[in-house]
């Protein structure tokens, strides 16, 4: 088959990779604990999937408006306006199925061959993936280990040229566990002010899941609504990965143009998605604050249990459900690392290659697991550093 060259450039997402290895070798009989998958391992609230089903009976099982229905836009619009306190109205979101196909469209309508895009690497592997998929440019900035994966804003500043079009943010981060401070978000907002059509995508997915002060919006600081595409989603706050919901909030005059990708590739968002999603914004948020604060001690037991192992080092994660350790000092490969827990001690984690090439030297463990799988896992890897 002759593919057109264009899907030469399309990179992917290894997690569901790994996550059938480790499939295939729990159908052999063998133990396994999952710590590839970036999916809260809890059901979707009660009131939620009620809001669904409810829906549903009452025959919200057509086409909706590309955008998305009326209702659930404003609730997005009103949302925002308190949780982030930007100035915004339904003229400014787009639903979509699932946050990604943002990603898509954003990437799509921007970016092209001349054009170069920054990026955070080691980030979601996605971003890279379809910089080069639109021919333009992809410009990594790197998150530091040393820095608790934080960037150096210099060298940002540096790397922003008279080409540069877009710059993708995403705090709380994926793969790190890193998150923005407010007077980092500050600097970068200048810097974006600088210059005219440069623009941020601002992945803000994972926002609820914070662990240290609150989420700044860069859209929030003046002047920089305009500038600024928010990313976020259903998935990860409300555990909602299965009803493919997400949304960008942008400026009104690039909203046609997201909505015309949106309606040659996927038409609209699940009608009934849409209306349960409302009930996620609208109602109580005690399951959002629960959830997070089972991840917090999560991260704990995670973080002082890799820590306690000799030859791998471990950031605190700020954010997100990640812990993004070094193993350099075990002498293995990110790779070699990721393919021998699995085989050796049964636990399937990530490569940190696959997040970009700065990713090279350290691994993903998603904790969304319970506290004692994930003390199991740590004392496998314990028994399987110890024999290297
Ligand atoms: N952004 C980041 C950083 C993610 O990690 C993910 C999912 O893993 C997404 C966006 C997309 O989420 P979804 O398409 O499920 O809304």
Request: with cysteine; hydrophobic share 40%.
């Amino acid at each position: 088959m002759t593919l057109a060259d264009r899907m030469n450039h399309l990179g992917t997402e290894t997690a569901f990779e790994v996550l059938a290895k480790a499939r295939a070798l729990e159908a052999q009989g063998k133990e396994i604990v999952h710590l590839e998958i970036g999916e809260p391992d809890f059901d979707t609230p009660r009131h939620i999937v009620e809001a669904g089903i409810q829906a549903l009976q009452d025959g919200q099982t057509h086409y909706g408006p590309t955008p998305g229905i009326p209702q659930l836009r404003e609730a997005i619009a009103r949302n925002s306006r308190e949780v982030r306190g930007i100035d915004t109205d339904p003229a400014h979101v787009v639903v979509t199925p699932g946050a990604k196909p943002i990603m898509f469209y954003v990437i799509l309508a921007l970016a092209e061959p001349g054009v170069e895009v920054i990026y955070p690497n080691p980030g979601f592997p996605i971003y890279e993936s379809m910089i080069r998929f639109s021919g333009a440019t992809p410009v990594p900035m790197r998150l530091i280990e040393e820095k608790g994966y934080h960037p150096d804003l210099d060298d940002l500043a540096s790397k922003i040229t008279g080409k540069t079009r877009l710059i993708i943010l995403n705090s709380p981060e994926n793969p790190c566990g890193s998150a923005l401070t407010r007077e980092e978000m500050e600097t970068i907002a200048n810097l974006v002010k600088q210059r005219d059509d440069l623009y941020v995508m601002a992945d803000e997915i994972y926002k609820d899941i914070l662990y240290t002060g609150e989420h700044h919006s860069i859209a929030a600081f003046p002047d920089m609504s305009r500038r600024t595409i928010i990313l976020d989603g259903f998935s990860k706050s409300y555990a909602m990965t299965g009803w493919r919901l997400g949304y960008g909030i942008m400026p009104p005059e690039l909203v046609p143009h997201i909505t015309r990708l949106a309606v040659n590739s996927v038409s609209c968002a699940a009608t009934f998605s849409q209306f349960a999603a409302i009930a996620a914004l609208d109602g109580p948020q005690d399951d959002v604050q629960a959830m997070a604060q089972e991840f917090s001690q999560r991260r704990r037991l995670i973080t002082d249990g890799l820590r306690s192992i000799d030859g791998i080092n471990c950031p605190e994660p700020e954010g997100a459900f990640y812990a993004f350790p070094s193993i350099r000092e075990t002498g293995l490969s990110s790779s070699e690392f990721e393919e021998r827990a699995l085989s050796e001690a049964g636990v399937a984690i990530l490569s940190g290659s696959a997040f970009g090439e700065y990713g090279e030297g350290y691994v993903r463990l998603s904790y969304a697991n319970s506290q004692e799988n994930i003390a199991k896992a740590v004392e496998s890897l314990r028994k399987f550093v110890g024999s290297l």
